[in-house]
């Protein structure tokens, strides 16, 4: 069966489809990637969306325009990749969008309910592509006591599981986050959390300072030098000294938290905040791993994936922090590391037809394994 998967994650730089060829469920689960896509952010909508995410004065009705418009987005990413491919969207037998996080509180704080809120009209996508679309995966697992995050473990556990040694797998977008995947482990025994900022804030620096979305290949970290009094203040993030299950987001490492960041060092030169900032995600990863991986698991080998394998001095930087184990990208293990949470949720989607669960609460904290998503026909 043909399928696209759909991601926009939290560093809003553009909507990846990947289109694959999947057969079979679970275990027997088998998945080919056939094309990958990243399809851009309009300036605009994405300005739009980043005053949403970030909780920023904004009107109930541009809330509910930006809903439909990023459903036609998403929309025209499916028909992008399908055309690469040489194929109709009709073709497929069903999408999965994750659709574009603007605000997560798995931990609430006062008179609020853990909640999770995604926009991307998933009605829009299906009637454009003229097929069935499962959506909104992360509120069943919320509704069953989870923190709706991380639920890329379960596809992970399908690709990587091994009988012969533990295996990390550490995906760097807008945020970072782990899966544990333990020596011939069972589904029950995997464990994965968000470990802090993963891109989010050096690219929300890049925008800042320099007028880029994001440090080409870390070059601008690479020339700078670290600032021992914001090495100090990071450190001390409270995120970092939470235990598992944990995730997080904006709310926490967004343009906000960035923003006063810039203004408090201003006076020092812009390559060494994007450097400090740059070591400042290795040193969540490295840190993480040393407090809730290693005291349990033996690991010999970390496999990067996201975006921020592109960066090659925040990879030198957790290579440093973590010498004696191997750090390797995706791709040396013969996938891609762009596409990988966009196959993810293709896999997520194909347990959602077969009606069988597929988060793992372990990673999430719920109370037990759900099913996941919503499933809108076209017809």
């Known amino acids: 069966m043909l399928a696209v998967g759909l991601m926009s994650g939290t560093s809003l730089d553009g909507v990846d489809a990947v289109l694959c060829e999947i057969n079979g469920s679970g275990l027997s689960t088998q998945i080919k990637e056939l ?6 952010f309009p ?7 980043q005053r949403i995410a970030e909780n920023q004065p904004i009107g109930i009705a541009e809330i509910c325009s930006v809903n439909f418009e990023l459903g036609q987005l998403f929309a025209d990413a499916v028909l992008a990749v399908c055309s690469s491919y040489g194929i109709k969207s009709s073709d497929l037998g069903f999408i999965a969008s994750h659709g574009q996080t603007v605000y997560h509180i798995p931990k609430p704080q006062g008179e609020l309910v853990a909640s999770t809120f995604q926009l991307g009209e998933s009605a829009v996508i299906a009637y454009k592509c003229q097929c069935p679309v499962i959506s909104n995966f992360r509120t069943m697992d919320m509704a069953a006591g989870g923190e709706g995050a991380p639920l890329v473990p379960f596809s992970e556990y399908i690709l990587y599981r091994s009988e012969d040694k533990a295996i990390a797998l550490q995906n760097i977008g807008g945020i970072g986050n782990v899966t544990i995947i333990p020596k011939s482990a069972k589904l029950d025994q995997v464990f994965a959390f968000d470990t802090g900022p993963g891109n989010m804030m050096i690219n929300d620096a890049m925008e800042h300072l320099y007028q880029k979305s ?21 450190k001390a993030h409270p995120y970092l000294q939470t235990f598992p299950p944990k995730s997080t987001g904006r709310e926490e490492f967004g343009s906000d938290y960035t923003g006063t960041i810039l203004e408090k060092y201003q006076a020092y030169p812009p390559e060494d905040i994007i450097a400090t900032l740059t070591w400042f995600t290795a040193y969540s990863i490295a840190f993480s791993y040393q407090n809730y991986v290693l005291p349990e698991h033996q690991l010999s080998e970390v496999i990067l ?31 891609s590391s762009d596409s990988k949470e966009a196959l993810a949720f293709a896999i997520l989607g194909n347990e959602t037809l077969h009606h069988q669960t597929s988060n793992v609460p372990s990673a999430t904290g719920a109370k037990e394994n759900v099913i996941l998503g919503n499933i809108v026909y076209p017809n």
Not at 35 to 40: D, I, L, R, S, V
Not at 310 to 333: A, F, G, R, W
């Open 35 to 40: 094309a990958f896509e990243t399809y851009p």
């Open 43 to 49: 300036v605009k909508l994405r300005a739009l969306v």
């Open 305 to 335: 994936a996201g975006g921020g394998v592109h960066n090659l001095t925040l990879k030198d930087y957790i290579q440093q922090m973590m010498p004696n184990i191997s750090v390797v990208t995706q791709e040396e293990k013969c996938y």
């Open 214 to 234: 994001y440090d080409d290949k870390g070059a601008v970290a690479a020339r700078g030098k670290l600032i021992d009094e914001l090495v100090n203040e990071l």
